[in-house]
């Protein structure tokens, strides 16, 4: 019996698998979908009939090549450049790093700050599994870079989920999601010549900018001039404390509203409007338009052009739901339909908390 055991490989050690897209048999067509490489046919999650285990390992596998693919695109189709973190890094010491284009720090009017959610999702994706599934579209955060690039935005992409190296342990100033934009904004953004910053951020990514205000306040609030998140799953259990960051900002949520139909919104919380879509990681995607429409509003206010009509985030109507029942299913109370692999433990944390 005891043969038996030790002779029993694990999965890691009998399946080894590709380490570039072309080796999985894919390849990202003109229209930014994933497809086989020979048959043009979308991803398949099934790759051995009746072997869940296998085609999940599979199924993540892919999902690592697709983070260094993104990271290709944001250096090829976004023309970004890597800056380390910690930003003193050396070549002995373990580090991650962040994406900013040329002028992310001399660009003397305006910045933008994109922060993704929790879990398996790295710089440039909002959700790797509409990246896959879908487009690079849909779950990539290249079509909102390239925008604000036409918008004349320097851009700074945080990498907030890379933490750790195996057998290493955590990586310093980047120990979790909150520490890591505190060491972007003190070494990077503090320096940036830009008077106006604007930063769009997903699910978590809500959580990682209520945190980054509470410490950077002061110059937060004096810079940012706009805050758009998607299904953003904070929670403010005061919301005094947080008055000016509430002004400049909206939340995009899960709804069958159409897009941009106020939901309701605890008072004093950021005002929620709905993204259009009930599916979480859709919302992105869904509110593309609107969000870009919200930062020239909100610019044009701060910098005081006439004739601009600009809602600003303001408190919400009070409510012991922060969302109507259709908007997400019963029971939710934070405002967020999270169903996706990348929002696993941080996330499901803040949906119990609220």
């Avoid at 918008?151 to 989920?161: A, D, F, S």
């Avoid at 769009?200 to 990514?205: P, Q, R, V, W």
């Avoid at 000016?244 to 897009?259: A, G, H, I, T």
Wanted: include cysteine.
């Amino acid at each position: 019996m005891a043969s038996l055991f030790k002779n029993k490989k694990s999965h890691k050690e009998e399946h080894q698998f590709p380490e570039t897209l072309s080796g999985f048999g894919y390849e990202f067509n003109k229209d930014g979908k994933l497809q086989n490489s020979k048959t043009g046919e979308g991803f398949q999650f099934v790759v051995k009939e009746g072997d869940q285990a296998y085609n999940q390992r599979h199924y993540e596998a892919l999902g690592e090549v697709v983070t260094d693919e993104i990271y290709k695109l944001l250096e090829s189709e976004c023309n970004l450049k890597r800056a380390p973190v910690p930003y003193d890094a050396t070549e002995d010491d373990d580090s991650t790093f962040v994406f900013h284009s040329d002028d992310a720090l001399s660009n003397p009017d305006k910045l933008l700050v994109l922060i993704h959610g929790s879990g398996v999702v790295r710089a440039g994706q909002w959700s790797r599994r509409l990246i896959i599934n879908d487009s690079l579209k849909s779950g990539s955060q290249i079509p909102f870079i390239q925008e604000a690039q036409k918008e004349g935005y320097g851009i700074l992409v945080t990498n907030t989920n890379d933490n750790y190296r195996n057998n290493r342990g955590k990586i310093k100033s980047s120990e979790n999601p909150e520490s890591h934009a505190l060491h972007v904004w003190k070494h990077y953004i503090h320096g940036a010549k830009a008077k106006h910053i604007a930063i769009i951020a997903h699910s978590y990514g809500g959580c990682v900018v209520t945190s980054l205000f509470t410490r950077v306040q002061e110059e937060f609030t004096r810079r940012v001039f706009a805050v758009a998140m998607t299904d953003s799953v904070h929670y403010m259990s005061d919301t005094s404390p947080f008055k000016d960051l509430v002004k400049v900002s909206r939340n995009w949520v899960c709804s069958q509203e159409p897009l941009d139909t106020p939901v309701k919104t605890h008072s004093g919380d950021i005002t929620r409007v709905s993204a259009g879509v009930t599916v979480h990681e859709q919302t992105s995607w869904a509110s593309f338009t609107s969000i870009f429409k919200f930062l020239r509003e909100r610019l044009s206010a701060v910098k005081g052009d006439v004739g601009v009509t600009c809602s600003e985030g303001g408190g919400g109507e009070d409510t012991s739901e922060a969302t109507n029942e259709k908007s997400c299913g019963k029971g939710d109370k934070g405002g967020s339909c999270v169903t996706e692999e990348e929002e696993k433990e941080d996330a499901k944390k803040m949906r119990k908390d609220t």
